[in-house]
């Protein structure tokens, strides 16, 4: 059963997700001496993150960081490259104290894949921070999803509804540019997080938010295998809940 909060705007949103998730990594950090947490990136996590690197009596030092997904092939210099996201709006702020495990797409996708895939085996995680695509994916992996891969991260051909959507945020010159191809953590791999914080905003999500809380859990509707897990916090903004039967 999803844990569902509306609340009244994009900043209350932020601000509400990341103090969910400093608690838990403050909780772990008292229990285990260190977390391991996973950062996402995108439209729907700028107001997270800014909130998340001002939390206090967190130990940064102690926190190991990995991220959902990257493009294949796109350099890091580029606007739309994901850890350059990271690198600037999550480790930067925090003076670089958090251990960052970058996702590279730019070389060889399957050795990172491996690598990636040794690094966090046998990991407890301890939060994720996530969203949802406006054609219901979670992380890169777009409908039909692979829910039953236990691969951590692959590799993955994106849609063209998820193309459109980061040409339509700004982050490509043109749709042509948007790369076809990405490696994201996998659905069954995100399922192993003790709590997972999801930020969704905005109008242009609301039918996806719909299929992931109302509809059948189904691969066609990628984030609606949340509805099985059993610590998962969705934030909602007023547009985004709007299709909601029982908002």
Not at 142 to 171: H, K, M, N, S
Not at 231 to 238: A, R, S
Request: negative net charge; contains cysteine; hydrophobic residues 45%.
């Amino acid at each position: 059963m999803l844990d569902i909060r509306i609340v009244p705007d994009k900043a209350t949103l932020g601000a509400q997700a990341a103090a969910l998730g400093a608690d838990a990594i403050r909780e772990a950090l008292e229990r285990h001496g260190e977390a391991t947490i996973i950062v996402a990136t995108g439209a729907s996590q700028f107001e997270v993150l800014q909130h998340l690197v001002a939390a206090e009596g967190i130990d940064w030092s102690k926190v190991t960081a990995f991220h959902l997904d990257e493009y294949v092939g796109l350099s890091e210099a580029h606007p739309a490259s994901f850890r350059r996201y990271l690198r600037e709006r999550f480790v930067a702020p925090l003076g670089g104290a958090v251990t960052f495990i970058p996702v590279d797409g730019e070389n060889d996708p399957q050795a990172e894949t491996q690598r990636l895939n040794t690094l966090i085996a046998g990991r407890r995680i301890d939060v994720c921070f996530a969203g949802i695509g406006e054609n219901c994916h979670l992380a890169f992996n777009d409908p039909p999803a692979d829910f039953e891969t236990t691969e951590p991260y692959i590799v993955v051909t994106l849609d063209e509804a998820c193309r459109r959507q980061q040409f339509g945020e700004g982050w490509f010159e043109s749709f042509e540019a948007v790369p076809q191809r990405a490696i994201s953590m996998s659905v069954r791999q995100i399922m192993t997080s003790k709590l997972i914080v999801l930020s969704v905003p905005d109008e242009r999500k609301a039918r996806a938010t719909r299929d992931a809380v109302e509809g059948p859990v189904s691969p066609l509707h990628p984030a609606s295998i949340l509805q099985t897990h059993p610590n998962t916090v969705l934030f909602l903004d007023p547009p985004a809940a709007s299709l909601l039967a029982k908002a």
